[in-house]
């Protein structure tokens, strides 16, 4: 089963930011946060990982709370082609990697 | 970099047949994933390898299934016979070493008629 938890769906207007949510509040010691998106059936595509400091790439930033237990990833400003599914995930170097079912994120006009 | 290459991106075939689905991981990359999709499961671990052995096959759905990885830059996913069951999107990915991410390749459309 997938140790981490995220909203089903969520909807952002186009130009602002998305922030996508997720708990990890099993997360161990040694395990990262990683997120991934899917845009229809294309394979996942990698977004940003980190294990404790706030991580920012040209894809987007995220944020780790300080206890670990959760972390937002944000897109500074949405367009409709980041309308996609959003997977959070935590796992050790050593550890398989196993999805959940992820936030499918709408972008509106 | 070409990244994970998957073949073929498209499989029909019938119920019982042999069904060989192919990937080739990033260069240098020393762990390779198999996955599956579908609307009811989601994406679902099958197996994964590190170094070119088997790890954890646990998600392997039954007998029919198999995969290997004969060296660093191949691995197939066998399922024989095929069942309609089986209609999925099967997925590759693989990881270079500590805790690089997952890098997945583009898919293989299985439908078993």
């Known amino acids: 089963d997938a140790k981490t938890t995220q909203p089903p769906s969520m909807d952002c207007a186009e130009g602002r930011a998305a922030n996508l949510p997720c708990n990890h509040s099993?997360?161990?010691?040694?395990?990262?946060v990683y997120w991934y998106r899917q845009i229809h059936s294309q394979g996942p595509q990698y977004i940003i990982h980190g294990l404790k400091n706030n991580e920012t790439n040209e894809m987007a930033s995220l944020i780790i709370t300080e206890d670990r237990k959760s972390s937002t990833l944000i897109l500074p400003h949405a367009t409709l082609r980041d309308t996609a599914v959003y997977y959070c995930i935590s796992s050790g170097d050593t550890d398989k990697l196993i999805f959940g079912t992820g936030t499918r994120l709408q972008v509106f006009p | 970099d070409a990244g994970v290459i998957q073949s073929p991106r498209h499989e029909v075939t019938e119920m019982g047949q042999e069904v060989t689905l192919r990937c080739k991981p990033i260069s240098g990359h020393n762990s390779l994933f198999w996955y599956r999709q579908t609307m009811m499961r989601g994406l679902e671990l099958l197996i994964y390898f590190n170094n070119n052995v088997p790890i954890d096959d646990s998600g392997m759905p039954e007998d029919r299934f198999s995969a290997k990885m004969p060296n660093a830059s191949f691995s197939t996913l066998k399922i024989q016979p095929s069942e309609p069951r089986d209609s999925a999107v099967y997925f590759c990915a693989s990881r270079g070493q500590g805790n690089s991410p997952l890098h997945f390749g583009n898919g293989t459309r299985l439908t078993v008629t």
């Open positions: 099993t997360i161990s010691g040694n395990e990262y």
